[in-house]
Nanobody
Framework: QVQLVESGGGLVQAGASLRLSCAAS????????MGWFRQAPGREREFVAA???????TYSDSVKGRFTISRDNANTTVYLQMTSLKSEDTAVYYC?????????????????WGQGTQVTVSS
């Protein structure tokens, strides 16, 4: 069983940067594809970014060029570096994991989820 704990959320102004972390435990981190999803109030959860177990990355069009996902297998942590934040990036951000995944954009491809961290961007 894999446990995921997100951190790094907060309240920032538009244009600022923020780095989210997701610490994983209970599994062999290096075999897991890791994804970030987000859910804004009144909206469905949506894909943000993913990194496959081999290190290949995928991004949604809305964050491409502004967000960067990376993984640190030694520290069993995945990061989401967010820059040029916009008010529409306001959401609860969730980390997800699945073994031997290729970095799917689909929620149902992931087996484990964290509790989420709130990101609020004021305009």
């Amino acid at each position: 069983q894999v446990q995921l704990v997100e951190s790094g959320g907060g309240l920032v102004q538009a244009g600022a940067s923020l780095r989210l972390s997701c610490a994983a435990s209970g599994g062999t981190f290096s075999i897991y594809a890791m994804g970030w999803f987000r859910q804004a109030p009144g909206r469905e959860r949506e894909f943000v970014a993913a990194v496959s177990f081999r290190g290949l990355t995928t991004y949604s069009d809305s964050v491409k060029g502004r967000f960067t996902i990376s993984r640190d297998n030694a520290n069993t942590t995945v990061y989401l570096q967010m820059t040029s934040l916009k008010s529409e990036d306001t959401a609860v951000y969730y980390c997800a994991a699945t073994p031997y995944g290729m970095g799917s954009t689909l929620e149902n491809a992931y087996d484990y989820w964290g509790q989420g961290t709130q990101v609020t961007v004021s305009s």
